[in-house]
Nanobody, 124 residues
Framework: QVQLVESGGGLVQAGGSLRLSCAAS????????MAWFRQAPGKEREFVAAISGIGSAKYYADSVKGRFTISRDNAKKMVDLQMNDLKPEDTAIYSC?????????????????WGQGTAVTVSS
């Protein structure tokens, strides 16, 4: 069993930065691929970024490539999402997710465990 708690959301102006964190509890954290998804009001949940268990592989949605960076610290059981050059279209609830699997990481159905989410609002 894995429990996930996100933090770091807030209100920021366009062009600004935020760093989201996801704290995990449970055993064998490094066995889990981790990801960030987001859901904007009135829209479906979409993939943002994913990272493999030991951090050797990272994946990004085209919309955030070059602006967002996912990282993890397995000793601290943490996954972070550094978000730079934020745009109003990045406004959403951001949730982290965990899966004991190494493929199909952009698909939300892959993930067994989810956090409650943290809100990010980017003003223009």
């Amino acid at each position: 069993q894995v429990q996930l708690v996100e933090s770091g959301g807030g209100l920021v102006q366009a062009g600004g930065s935020l760093r989201l964190s996801c704290a995990a509890s449970g055993r064998m954290f490094s066995d889990y691929s981790m990801a960030w998804f987001r859901q904007a009001p009135g829209k479906e949940r979409e993939f943002v970024a994913a990272i493999s268990g030991i951090g050797s592989a990272k994946y990004y949605a085209d919309s955030v490539k070059g602006r967002f960076t996912i990282s993890r610290d397995n000793a601290k059981k943490m996954v972070d999402l550094q978000m730079n050059d934020l745009k109003p279209e990045d406004t959403a609830i951001y949730s982290c997710a965990a899966a004991r699997i190494v493929s199909n990481l952009a698909n939300s159905g892959t993930y067994q465990y989810w956090g409650q989410g943290t809100a990010v609002t980017v003003s223009s």
